[in-house]
Structures are given as structure tokens and as C-alpha cells.
């Protein structure tokens, strides 16, 4: 019986000792089972994130890709706008020469025809084909843009310009063309409005004497707004004067540093220009300064006549 017993006690603990092994193996292959889940997890978080970073990559290379083409954009709207730039301020010169010349040419010729008509002053000229044998030999007095005056037996005798032959006006550099830009501007002086103003002034003692304080008290408006609308001439020409002075200034400041004499003789020639530009406005306003002093004269004239 013992000897049955120390046979059968190595068998149960063999035993034991297999189930103990199975037991723990089962619990090694799940264990190992979860951490081959939480690896499975693990890579598919991974592959979810390079997808990802992925994306975000190609979407970075597209912006630099952008950006790339973007400054290569700007670089040339840069070449293009200085090309632009240049190209505008060559117009600007040329336009600015094609004034220059326009005025120069009116100033030659306004020149030019004072000269021919200042020496043609005292000869004779033949009138009788449009005025008749007593106007053969006629010596000249004066001439206008309208007229001419000659002189006669009889006196000083004046001829209008649709009475002077194609070749006497193109002698003295007359035509209709002058003739109307000076009749323009003799309908434009002060004087047509002073002669209108001393025959309204004349008519105030015909009227009655309500009317005449309401006519002079329109007037005196009419007076005060002119001479405002004449003061505020005079300031915006101020303001041009000091442009073209300081045009002059700039032009003569490029002349002086510029060694190429053919670029520094068109600077001085520009610098002049400005300059008389600039005295022409000022002498305008000088006339104007004497129109205002008139105007406020008569302003206080007509105010006394309001207040009788």
C-alpha cells in the first residue's frame, strides 16, 4: 500500500503541474492578445496620423508652391509698374514740351507780327482797288488786329479789316482769326462794364424812389459778389504763380548740376518758360488789383446813393 502511494504521488503531482503550466499559459496567449490589440490600435492610430500629416504636408508644399508663383507674380507686376512708370513720365515730358512749344509758337508769332506791323508804320500802302482812287497812295498810322489807320488829305481815316485786300493782310499778318480773339477779349474788359454801369447809374433818377433802393441795393450784391468772385481769382493765380516759380526753381536746379550741355540748355529753356508763366499771372493780377480797387470805389458810391 505504501508502495502504491509513492507511485501514485509523483503522477499527481505531475499532473498538478500541467494544469498549473496550461493555466499559465492561457494567461500569457491573453495577455499576449491584448497587447497585439492595443498594438493593432496603436498602428492604426499611427497610419491615421501619417494620413494626416500626410494631407497637411501636400496642402504646405501647395502654399509654397503658391507662394513661389505668388513673388514671381509680384516681381513681375514690380518690372511692369517701373516699365509703366517710365513710360508715363516720358508722356508727361513730352506733353509738357508740346505745351511748351504750342505757347512758344503763339508767343513767336505774337512777336513776330508786332515787329512787322512796328515797321511797316509810316508806308505807303495802295488802298484803291476796295476804297477807290484817293486811297492809292496812303501812308499807314496805326494798326490793330481789326483795323488799320491811314493817313488822308482830309485826316486820319480808319479801315476795317473786310476792306484791306488779300495782300495787304497777309503783308501785316491779319485775319479774321486774330480779329475775333480780340474782339473777344475788348468784349470781356472792364471798361464795357464800367460804360454799362454809368448808364444805369444815369437812369436811378428816373425811377421811383423804392425802385432805386431796391435796384441799388441788387446792384450793391451783385458788386459784392463780383468783387469776391475777382478776389478769389486772384488767390487761386497766387497759388499758380508759386507752382510755376517753383517749377522754375527745380528746372534751374537741374541745370546747374547737369554736366550735358544739350540737357542743360532745355533745363534754363524750361526754367525761362515757368518763369514768364509766372510773371504773366502776376502782371494778370496786378490788372486785377486795379479792377478791385475800382469796383470797391464804386461799391461805396453806390452804398451812399442807397442810403439817401
Given amino acids: 500500500m505504501r508502495i502504491w502511494n509513492l507511485f501514485a504521488l509523483p503522477v499527481v503531482a505531475s499532473t498538478a503541474l500541467v494544469g498549473c503550466f496550461e493555466l499559465d499559459g492561457e494567461a500569457k496567449i491573453e495577455n499576449l492578445d491584448k497587447k497585439l490589440d492595443g498594438q493593432s490600435y496603436d498602428l492604426r492610430h ?5 494620413a494626416e500629416e500626410q494631407v497637411k504636408f501636400a496642402k504646405h ?7 513661389k508663383l505668388a513673388v514671381k507674380i509680384k516681381e513681375s507686376l514690380d518690372e511692369k509698374t517701373i516699365i509703366f512708370e517710365e513710360a508715363k ?19 513767336y508769332q505774337a512777336r513776330y507780327r508786332a515787329i512787322l506791323r512796328k515797321d511797316a508804320i509810316g508806308e505807303s500802302i495802295d488802298l484803291s482797288a476796295t476804297k477807290g482812287d484817293e486811297y492809292k497812295d496812303v501812308r499807314i498810322l496805326s494798326i490793330s488786329p481789326l483795323r488799320i489807320r491811314v493817313y488822308m488829305p482830309s485826316g486820319p481815316q480808319e479801315i476795317p479789316l473786310k476792306e484791306l485786300t488779300p495782300e495787304i493782310l497777309a503783308k501785316l499778318q491779319m485775319s479774321e482769326e486774330e480779329a475775333n480773339k480780340f474782339t473777344e477779349k475788348l468784349q470781356s474788359n472792364t471798361a464795357l462794364r464800367a460804360e454799362k454801369y454809368k448808364k444805369w447809374k444815369e437812369g436811378l433818377a428816373e425811377r ?9 441795393l441788387q446792384k450793391i450784391k451783385d458788386m459784392q459778389a463780383e468783387i469776391f468772385e475777382r478776389e478769389d481769382v486772384i488767390r487761386i ?10 517749377k522754375a526753381s527745380q528746372w534751374e536746379a537741374n541745370a546747374f548740376k547737369e554736366n550735358d550741355q544739350t540737357r542743360r540748355k532745355k533745363a534754363i529753356r524750361y526754367s525761362i518758360v515757368y518763369r514768364d508763366k ?18 470797391n470805389n464804386e461799391l461805396e458810391d453806390l452804398k451812399r446813393l442807397g442810403i439817401r
Wanted: without cysteine.
Fill in 89 to 107: 513720365l516720358r508722356n508727361e515730358e513730352l506733353g509738357e514740351s508740346i505745351d511748351l512749344i504750342g505757347e512758344e509758337f503763339e508767343k
Fill in 208 to 216: 421811383k424812389e423804392e425802385g432805386r433802393k431796391t435796384a441799388i
Fill in 237 to 246: 493765380k497766387i497759388g499758380e504763380i508759386k507752382g510755376w516759380k517753383s
Fill in 46 to 50: 499611427k497610419k491615421k496620423y501619417l
Fill in 61 to 67: 508644399e501647395k502654399a509654397r508652391e503658391d507662394i
Fill in 278 to 295: 509766372a510773371q504773366e499771372l502776376a502782371d494778370e493780377n496786378s490788372d486785377s488789383y486795379i479792377v478791385l480797387s475800382r469796383l
